[in-house]
């Protein structure tokens, strides 16, 4: 069995090839009466959309969202979304050439062992292609938790891009101002003369991204097989071309005491507080009202000029230059997908949380109903 659905309650299936007619999402589980329509979901979708800058692919498409289904009169009925978005610039042609061959780094070779048939034409189900309609998903899901959860905002940025990390303090404000989405304008400069040189050079380099989502309530998840973290890394390791995440401290955390990593609390005037968040705003699988902060890896785009040893259908050893439209670091354009796919996390797991305890009060600390 194919599987191409994400979420619990609130599930999404994405459909359709890179170079298909359309590609798109199915959408499930959305509660009845949210406003929506297809503007507030363009939004999102353009922060995404290829050929918005020299530094992603110039492929150009509009990226325009249709919704089918599940929308009346401005609001969703709590019946599938159907959402479309249609494929105008292909250049299939320029995939002629691999047609017989396995791209280094593609999954051109795994869909083969795999199926026993490919789509050469930019990867099919394989291209990057396929997260602008996770994009529209998300779309839906953050019109949803403005209404049920409306101090939830989801914030994603780049944090490196090769082996530049960012320069100086961060400064939040500065995410919307340039092509990499960086909290940072001195190293958005440096970023970009940096890249200048990849992309001249017809090679790529790979990125690290953030994702953080602030204003949680506390006790979404659950433990072992229902974490709120488990659901997150599967999430952001959906992600083409993601090859590690991490949450809070990550990694780091095995460099770190006891002392050091124990997020320690005391008692404010509306709850615990606490005095660090190397836990990532989760502990025991479970939000614990902090912010969330994930991070992953994006490995450099596998599309280059340089030529690469590979091997044809035939079992030949041949050498293959890829040609094309490609982004010299695909990380730039993974930022809104992440955004999106811990909005339909998060959603999900706001559903979840209130399907088994309800709206009610939970566990009083200090007097104070949590």
């Known amino acids: 069995m194919s599987m191409n659905s994400f979420g619990h309650l609130f599930r999404f299936t994405t459909w359709g090839e890179s170079h298909g007619p359309a590609l798109g999402a199915t959408v499930d589980g959305c509660p009845p009466g949210i406003e929506i329509d297809e503007s507030m979901l363009q939004v999102w979708l353009d922060k995404r959309k290829p050929g918005t800058s020299k530094y992603t692919t110039q492929r150009r498409e509009a990226d325009q969202v249709e919704i089918l289904s599940g929308v009346f009169e401005g609001k969703t009925t709590g019946t599938p979304i159907q959402l479309m978005i249609r494929n105008t610039d292909q250049r299939s042609k320029d995939y002629g050439e691999i047609a ?13 062992q795999k199926y026993g048939i490919r789509d050469y034409r930019g990867g099919g189900r394989s291209s990057a292609r396929e997260t602008a309609a996770r994009v529209a998903a998300g779309g839906i899901a953050r019109a949803v938790l403005a209404q049920l959860a409306p101090t939830v905002e989801i914030k994603g940025y780049m944090t490196q891009i090769g082996p530049h990390g960012i320069d100086g303090p961060r400064d939040m404000a500065e995410i919307d101002n340039n092509p990499f989405w960086v909290p940072s304008a001195a190293t958005a400069a440096t970023w970009a003369t940096y890249l200048d040189g990849i992309r001249k050079s017809g090679s790529s380099v790979g990125a690290v991204c953030e994702v953080m989502c602030t204003g949680v309530p506390a006790g979404l998840g659950a433990p072992i097989y229902a974490k709120l973290d488990t659901d997150l890394a599967a999430a952001m390791m959906s992600i083409n071309a993601v090859k590690g995440v991490e949450i809070g401290e990550g990694m780091n955390a095995a460099c770190l005491t006891g002392e050091e990593n124990a997020d320690e609390m005391r008692m404010g005037p509306n709850g615990p507080e606490f005095g660090s968040n190397h836990a990532g705003g989760i502990l025991g699988g479970i939000s614990t009202g902090q912010d969330l902060i994930v991070r992953f890896a994006v490995k450099p785009t596998s599309s280059i000029l340089t030529p690469r040893q590979t091997i044809d259908k035939d079992g030949k050893d041949i050498d293959l230059i890829t040609k094309g439209r490609h982004d010299p670091c ?16 998060v959603l999900d797991h706001l559903l979840l949380h209130r399907g088994q305890v309800g709206d009610g009060p939970r566990g009083h600390i200090g007097g104070k109903t949590q």
């Open 100 to 112: 017989q061959a396995f791209r280094p780094g593609h999954a051109d070779i795994t869909y083969f």
């Open 330 to 345: 695909v990380g730039i354009r993974a930022v809104p997908v992440g955004e999106a796919m811990m909005a339909c996390v």
